[in-house]
């Protein structure tokens, strides 16, 4: 994609899973892609394979959750890399519990990643974009939004980063900038195998299990995700904004 060879792409919590799939991707598609994650070193495979496969990448460690922090990775990007108008929030966590056993640390360290965390890279990317009159904001959301047995935190997290998608793409439309979420389901994680180990059930009959109430027969990779998120920040996609979409193997309430 020639059109993006100059363009620079983040992708927060890219140390592995969806977050290194989408960072992959994006760098195939032309994009100088930053990889962040809490752990610098941790990035250091994703960047590796990316470099080594001809494209551009940076490793750059980031507290999403703190404004410093944020404004510090941001700011590098632009330096080594260029302004950044693509992010990608992916950065998660999860500390699933029934509401009775649900701490007040359980439930501000979800809210703090997944909700602070995407407002500030944000906001701290959005001048970049408003300067260029171009940009795209992908979410991550999850069809835990719509409601999840011991994921009240994690539930309202992600619905609330609906919302907060729909609010960015009102304001930042007349910029030229596109914000969207993606709301993925079953997808084979180190973070969906956790759940599995939670709930003490093996995590190849956890898969077997979510397969079967699948209407697709099988359950996600984070390179479907990946491939969503590369039509999203397209060039392709410029009159789609303010959407959730649920990429999950069926529809979804």
């Known amino acids: 994609m020639a059109e993006t060879n100059a363009r ?8 592995r899973g969806i977050g290194a799939a989408v960072a992959t991707r994006l760098a195939q598609d032309g994009f100088a892609v930053a990889v962040l994650d ?3 070193e941790g990035c250091a495979d994703v960047v590796g394979k990316i470099n080594a496969s001809g494209g551009r990448a940076l490793a750059v460690g980031v507290d999403v959750g703190d404004s410093a922090s944020v404004d510090a990775a941001v700011q590098r ?13 992916n950065a998660g966590i999860l500390r699933d519990n029934l509401l009775f056993k649900m701490t007040d ?38 069809t835990s939004a719509l409601g999840n047995r011991g994921q009240a935190n ?15 793409a009102i304001e930042l439309g007349k910029f030229g900038v596109t914000v969207n979420a993606i709301a993925p389901g079953f997808i084979e994680t180190d973070m969906t195998a956790a759940t599995a180990a939670r709930v003490g059930v093996d ?32 060039e ?13 193997g069926g529809p979804k309430d």
Do not use: C
């Not at 620079?8 to 140390?15: H, K, M, Q, R």
């Not at 995407?118 to 795209?136: D, H, I, N, P, Y």
């Not at 392709?236 to 999950?248: D, M, T």
């Open 77 to 89: 990007v632009a330096d080594e890399l260029g302004a950044p108008t693509v992010l990608v929030n």
């Open 8 to 15: 620079v792409a983040i992708v927060t919590g890219a140390a």
């Open 236 to 248: 392709g996609a410029g009159f789609v904004s303010g959407q959730v979409i649920y990429v999950a």
């Open 105 to 142: 640390d359980d439930w501000d360290a979800v809210m703090t990643v997944h909700l602070r965390g995407s407002f500030l890279m944000s906001r701290a990317v959005q001048k970049f974009q408003t300067e260029a009159k171009w940009g795209r904001i992908v979410n991550m959301s999850s």
């Open 203 to 234: 995590f190849e009959d956890f898969k077997k299990g979510a397969a079967a109430m699948i209407p697709v027969g099988r359950t996600g990779t984070p390179e479907d995700i990946a491939h969503t998120a590369s039509f999203l920040v397209s």
């Open 154 to 168: 994690y539930a309202a997290a992600k619905a609330g980063l609906q919302g907060f998608t729909k609010t960015l």
């Open 38 to 40: 809490l752990n610098e």
